[in-house]
């Protein structure tokens, strides 16, 4: 194998570093590829690895799947094509995240208990100011689509229609989603291409995603819309666009 120089030797290391493998690993395995059948020894002499570390750093290659140790006196080093070799080090990476993340589930899993059964916890509701037209609309989008039950929509503004129709649209395909529109904006389109939505007695513009989470633009002109996780504001919403008198069945 051609040498390389120091500066790209370095930039090599540093990446092998980025995937989880020891600075000495990353330095035996580069020798490795220069020479493919050697000793410890020369590894040694070649790396400046101290003889007291070498083997640390080729059992690290070996486990990782990296190199084929052949045993004898003494033992000889073969390093596997780089393609396969870090192939290998990418399935132990994952292998490492899925067992971290099953850690992680599993601690979750043991702390849900203790913040479950404090008696009289309070959820608490909070709310954020969004403003601009292109940010509310961001957001709203953002709920819609991340929905996994149920979102509740209502909408006065034509643009705003506009804006959040294919989101709604597709959010229909795995979720039930359900829309209110004032009369003046089911003129404008055919009724059925959004699953035959109420008519909103009421001109208000508010969605909320799964119970979770509500935005409610308190003035489009102004350009400003309430973002809250408030349950109360959540419910009254829900049962506003469940009563006929206020959101009125389309003929």
Known sequence: MERIN????ESIIS?????????????????????PSTSAGFLCNETGIPDSKIY????????KGMIIVQEGTPNIYKPLHP?????NLKQQ??????????????????????FESVEGREEIGLAYVIRGQRNIIRKMKDLISSAEDEVVVFISEKDLLDELKLSIMKAKKHVEAKLAITRQLLKTMNPEELGQPRMLVCPCNIVIS?????????SWKDEVAIMTNDKALM???????????????AS
């Open 56 to 63: 640390y750093a080729l059992s690290e290659l070996s486990k």
């Open 6 to 9: 120091q500066s790209i030797k």
């Open 15 to 35: 990446r092998f570093k980025m995937l989880g493998l020891s600075t000495n690993a990353a330095k035996a395995y580069l020798a490795l590829l220069s020479r």
């Open 83 to 87: 393609k396969e070799a870090i192939n």
């Open 235 to 249: 419910t009254v919403s829900t049962e506003y666009y469940a009563n006929p008198k206020c959101c009125e069945k």
């Open 210 to 218: 799964d119970m979770k989470m509500l935005i409610t633009v308190s």
């Open 93 to 114: 990476l994952v292998e490492n995240l899925n067992q971290m993340t099953a850690q992680a589930d599993s601690l979750a899993d043991s702390l849900s208990p203790m």
